[in-house]
């Protein structure tokens, strides 16, 4: 049942967060019970679905402390299909309290194991890093997807990011693939988006979606009302191209 | 004589990079001689100035695990005035090797004691997390420069990150000082920005840079060629921003 997928980049602001929060919600929308996962102490999946961080019981450090079980830290968001395990600042405890203990890239795939079968789909948000949090969410995942902006830093950054899913997947998790590249931010009335996008479409082929999200205010102003793009504006182009992702990935899956 | 400025904000993609490179070779082209650092895996800084991050040896980590001399790491860069300490992947592993050492956020500041008075200004670029890296560099400096977009995750953000500058000050820096706000990927045609802007004027008052940054595609073409803005395209807003922001240091210092 439950696909678990990571969405990560260590390059940090490239739509990690807003691809999360979206990807999941319009996948809702589409009728599959999804759950996302925070692993950012940022916390940014967390109010962007409109909870308070700092009020939320346990989250997913007390969880993957052994100190609450995962059951109680799922929250229901304000959509029927949508359930979310939220984080905070306390999570950056879990980098260090982790690293002593046997098997620590396995804790966050332990602990979603009993309730992997309850979703169709498990999306896990990553901080800016390729530290312990961002590493137990590639071990738990059976693919990756990496959003990326159509700039040259990030592009820059994901020879990095793939060097480090070729030793996750020969390591600790040989069955981690790449979901797909998700081209984000994308401003066709820059030379810079066109020419970024033609190498990586050039370089990854058919891993990357077809779909393409632009830049789009709408996205940057949601997360205010803490709500998805398709509860705040349903006919943005933010909520279209969300809604065309999430169709392609339902496709991939073989349909409805 | 020489300022360390350290540059952070663990909200990702807010333009510290892009602070970091142009306002030290503003400030080198103004004549005043300047050090850029970058404590950042990623090597953004080392690649925007030009540089191969794979080939330069020795970087800032075998400075900072002791394997090399500081002024063996300084590159000279095309700019007269400005000199650069480059960095790449290999420098996630101080974040490990550094873990077990006694006063092991003290390094980088011991290492730059004894070249710090060559130089008027040293600015240091740190990666987007509030790990041991950044911890190091908030510990060297005299003062931090909060670069922050006009977006609601990264007004989110900034609460965290003065915790943490307050933690570092009540424990290891007392004297460690904001520097300045800078509002960066300013959009005048969107509402959203004009919120942040107010918002973050309110709460912090002349804490915030009269000189706005605004989004300016230029800036991000820069890095492919491996230019500041100044080298790059002399003529565009976001040079002429970032010339202002480095005349607005200065005459905070008391002017030329
Ligand atoms: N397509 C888009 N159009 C306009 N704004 C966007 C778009 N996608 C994301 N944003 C905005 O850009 C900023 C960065 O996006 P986001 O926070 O989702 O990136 P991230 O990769 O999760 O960042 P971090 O590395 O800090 O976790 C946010 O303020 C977000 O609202
Ligand atoms: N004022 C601006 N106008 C347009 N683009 C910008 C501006 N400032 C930065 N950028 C671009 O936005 C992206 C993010 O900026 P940058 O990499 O400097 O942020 P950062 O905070 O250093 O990111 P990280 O958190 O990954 O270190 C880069 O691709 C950069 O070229
Ligand atoms: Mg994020
Ligand atoms: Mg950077």
New interface residues.
């Given amino acids: 049942m439950g696909r678990i997928i990571t969405i990560a980049n ?5 739509g990690k ?1 807003t691809t999360a929060v979206n990807v999941a919600a319009c996948l809702a929308m589409l009728g599959q019970d999804c759950l996302l996962v925070d692993m950012d102490p ?1 916390g ?1 999946s967390t ?2 679905l409109g909870f308070d961080k700092h009020k939320c019981e346990p989250n997913i450090y007390e969880v993957l402390i052994g100190k609450a079980p995962i059951d109680r830290a799922i929250q229901k968001t304000e959509m029927e299909h949508l359930d979310l395990i939220p984080s905070n ?1 306390t999570l ?1 405890g879990a ?1 260090i309290e982790l ?1 002593n203990i046997e098997e620590r890239e396995l804790q966050l795939k332990n602990v979603l194991t009993s309730i992997k079968d309850n979703y169709k789909y498990i999306f896990i948000d990553t ?5 312990l949090l961002t590493l137990n969410s590639l071990v738990a995942a059976e693919t990756v997807l990496i959003p990326i ?1 159509c ?3 990030a592009l ?2 994901l020879g ?1 990011l793939l060097g480090t899913i070729t030793l996750v997947q020969g390591k600790i998790n040989p069955d981690l693939k790449v979901e797909g590249i998700l081209l984000t931010m994308f ?1 066709a009335r ?3 988006s066109q020419q970024i996008t033609a190498e990586i479409k050039k370089c990854f082929k058919d891993k990357v979606y077809q779909t393409i999200i632009p830049c789009n ?1 709408r996205l ?2 949601a ?2 009302f803490g709500k998805p793009i398709i509860l705040y504006d349903i006919n943005s182009t933010g909520a279209e191209s969300y809604i065309s992702l999430a169709r392609e990935i339902i496709n991939r899956d073989g349909g409805l």
Same sequence: chains 1, 2.
């Fill in positions: 260590q390059k940090g602001g490239v967060t940022q940014n109010s962007g600042v950056t980098e690293v901080p800016p890093s390729l530290g902006q700039e040259y830093y820059e950054g990095q401003d820059t030379n810079l205010v940057s102003e997360p205010s």
